[in-house]
Structure formats: C-alpha cells, structure tokens
C-alpha cells in the first residue's frame, strides 16, 4: 500500500515530489494515486508542459490510456524538456497500441531514436504494435534488431537474420 501522500516532501521542490511520487506510487489506490498527481498538477500553470505530461502519465500508470492520450499530446504541444519529451513520445505511442490504434503507434516510432533515457523502448514499443497490426515478421525483425545491439559476441548474425526475415513471416522455418 502507498505510504501517505499528505508526505510527498513538501519542503522538497517539484521535481524532487514528483520523483518520491513515482517511487511510492500504487495502482491499487487509484483514486489516491489520482488525487496527489492533481496536488502536485495544481501547483504550477495550466500550461506548464511537465505538469501536462505527469498528469498523462498519471493516468496512463492507472490504466486510463484513453485519457492519457490527449493530455501526452498536449504536453507534446506545450513543448517538453528532452527528457520529458521522449518518455512522453513512448508513452504516447503505448497508449494509442493500448486502446486499439496500432497503426498510430507506428507511425508515431518509425524513425524515432531511442537515447539515453528511454533506450531501444522505441524499438521494444513499434515492435509490439507491429504485432498488434498484424506483422509479425515485422515485429520480430525490429525486436530482434534492438537486441542484436546488446550481443557482443552474436550481434552481427542476430541483425543478418532479422534482416533476411520476409516481411509476411509468421512461422519458423
């Protein structure tokens, strides 16, 4: 169970609450959940784009990706710092997989580069809805490609058969 959210340091400034929020967080308590991130929502303006983008993932961690998806639009729109702005990228195209627009999160991913942050999730995320669109050789391909980057010793085939996989494949040989 969550600790109490009357304690989310409230000497500390924004940035440090928002950190001790996600570190304490629990999707059991949603209405709780929902109630501290609106706290710490409140405290700066509307149009605040890091604000925006912690209410979305607020409600993306509760399962609300339908009400997420604006809101990570929004704090894309308003503009957020290169941390902020690739996790919401992600988390965007997550969403939209989530509630049935596969093609969306796509489009959203082609091409978008992981980095220090966020890693090859780009890759990890395009790779499920690719799945959830119905291309499986695809999704296998950019799966495998995001890990043959991580092997030292089998990279270099692990990227020559994901590159040889037919577009269509959807079984082993």
Not at 89 to 103: E, F, K
């Amino acid at each position: 169970m969550l600790r109490s959210w009357q304690n989310l340091g409230m000497g500390a400034n924004w940035e440090e609450r928002i950190k001790d929020f996600w570190a304490n967080a629990d999707d059991a308590d949603a209405a709780g959940t929902l109630a501290a991130m609106r706290g710490l929502v409140e405290e700066r303006p509307g149009d605040d784009a890091a604000a925006v983008y912690e209410w979305a993932s607020g409600h993306d961690f509760l399962g609300r990706e339908s009400e997420a998806i604006p809101l990570y639009e929004r704090a894309l729109e308003l503009g957020l710092d290169d941390a902020r702005r690739s996790q919401a990228w992600v988390q965007l195209a997550s969403s939209l997989r989530n509630v049935g627009r596969p093609d969306e999160a796509i489009r959203l991913l082609e091409g978008f580069p992981g980095d220090g942050i966020i890693g090859d999730a780009p890759d990890a995320f395009r790779a499920l809805a690719l799945f959830d669109a119905g291309r499986p050789g695809e999704a296998l391909r950019v799966a495998l490609a995001a890990l043959a980057k991580t092997l030292p010793l089998y990279g270099g085939a692990v990227r020559r058969y994901a590159d040889d996989l037919p577009s269509g494949a959807t079984s082993s040989h």
